[in-house]
């Protein structure tokens, strides 16, 4: 593809990405997913999404200094979830717009998010809304959609200064206590509990009743976005809290959105 117009009038630059294919018609446009590009620098990020041999691209990149430019036309299936799962959806691909952060990530030491990019951020999700029905619930992490494979954008990443600019769904993390959390090898109805609540929320969560690898994997990318101060897979007190607040506070249309079939047993 040779150049396209970009979506939104706060990009500064377009740079067309060759990966990209056709969007499931009949699922709605309604997630964001944010990343971190995890390389050294920028340009080799941005070299990599439109490296044809690579097969991955997002809709836009947003540099540490907050420009904003765009790779694949929103009306296009970018190719940055992978295997993913929120809410009934395994096509995240389909039903979302991607951003990738230029930040090192965890193999870079895990710099800060600069004021700049996160205003860009704010005002581009902003803008995309504008277009878009997006619930509040929905504007995710990588981490939250593929818990077992992605840590991005990383537990550094300021949910709190996005939900003050009126992006996203959160609350204030409950206070950390000494207590006797929930861990690896718990089994019975508390463990059923917490699986319950984290599927409900929107998170890919069998309700065994045994809390296993993946049970771990889960809470982790739940604290990872929502009580980053300790991420550890264990579910101590401030971690089901907040989980209960959010559910408690969350919008009506993210309650409709959910398939039947899921709650708590
Ligand atoms: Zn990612």
Redesign the pocket.
């Known amino acids: 593809m040779t150049g396209f117009d970009p979506d939104s009038a706060l990009v500064r630059r377009v740079c067309p990405s060759p990966n990209h294919g056709e969007r499931e018609e009949s699922k709605a446009l309604d997630s964001i997913i944010l990343?971190?590009t995890g390389m050294e620098t920028g340009e080799a990020a941005l070299a990599r999404l439109c490296d044809p041999a690579a097969e991955v691209s997002c809709h836009y990149v947003i540099g540490e200094d907050g420009e904003i430019l765009q790779l694949v036309p929103e009306v296009r299936r970018a190719w940055?979830a992978g295997k993913s799962y929120w809410a009934g959806e395994r096509d995240m691909n389909s039903t979302s717009i991607g951003i990738?952060l230029v930040n090192g990530g965890h193999d870079f030491g895990l710099p800060a998010y600069p004021d700049a990019q996160i205003a860009a951020l704010a005002a581009l999700c902003r803008d995309i809304g504008s277009r878009y029905t997006i619930p509040a619930t929905h504007i995710l992490a990588?981490s939250d959609v593929a818990p077992f494979r992605?840590k991005?954008p990383g537990e550094h990443f300021p949910w709190g200064r996005l939900a003050e600019a009126g992006i996203g769904h959160y609350v204030v993390p409950h206070p950390q206590d000494a207590d006797a959390p929930l861990k690896r090898g718990s089994s019975g109805e508390k463990v059923e509990g917490l699986q319950g609540m984290l599927a409900i929320y929107g998170y890919d969560s069998a309700v065994s009743g045994l809390y296993g690898k993946k049970t771990e994997q889960l809470v982790a990318a739940f604290q990872r976005h929502f009580r980053p101060a300790l991420v550890d897979g264990k579910a101590d007190e401030s971690t089901v809290a907040t989980l209960k607040e959010l559910l408690a506070t969350r919008p009506r249309e993210a309650a409709r959105k959910m398939p039947a079939a899921v709650g708590i047993s």
Do not use: A, L, T
Request: net charge negative; no cysteine; charged share 45%.
């Open positions: 990343h971190y940055h990738e990588h992605k991005d």
